[in-house]
């Protein structure tokens, strides 16, 4: 069974930096679009950025873009989300998702597969 496991969340302070993990449990991903998502309480999941294969493509929400990187290391089968000058609407839990092929999609119905999900919660 496919597995993506998130890591990296925690409680920090506004301004303050984290950065996320995502592993695949199989290399198949390697060769697939991987994104990030976000979900606020009481709110509904929302994009936050997405990247190609290979990485010459990325795509990110307005609300995060200057702030948030995303990149991959396929030998890791991980995918990374620097997040840097975080700000208390930050809040929220970040899944990470896949799918087949990159098109920048903000559409969290276009990615077939999903982590568990890790916390960041952001204090002002």
């Known amino acids: 069974q496919v597995q993506l496991v998130e890591s990296g969340g925690g409680l920090v302070q506004a301004g303050d930096s984290l950065r996320l993990s995502c592993v695949a449990s199989t290399r198949t991903f390697s060769s697939y679009a991987r994104g990030w998502f976000r979900q606020a309480p009481g709110k509904e999941r929302e994009f936050v950025a997405a990247?190609?294969?290979?990485?010459?493509?990325?795509n990110y929400a307005d609300s995060v873009k200057g702030r948030f990187t995303i990149s991959r290391d396929n030998a890791r089968n991980t995918v990374y989300l620097q997040m840097n000058s975080l700000k208390p609407e930050d809040t929220g839990i970040y899944y990470c998702?896949?799918?087949?092929?990159?098109?920048?999609?903000?559409?969290?119905?276009?990615?077939?597969?999903w982590g568990q999900g890790t916390q960041v919660t952001v204090s002002s």
């Open positions: 998702a896949v799918r087949r092929y990159y098109s920048g999609s903000s559409i969290s119905n276009e990615y077939p597969y």
């Open positions: 990247i190609s294969w290979n990485g010459g493509d990325t």
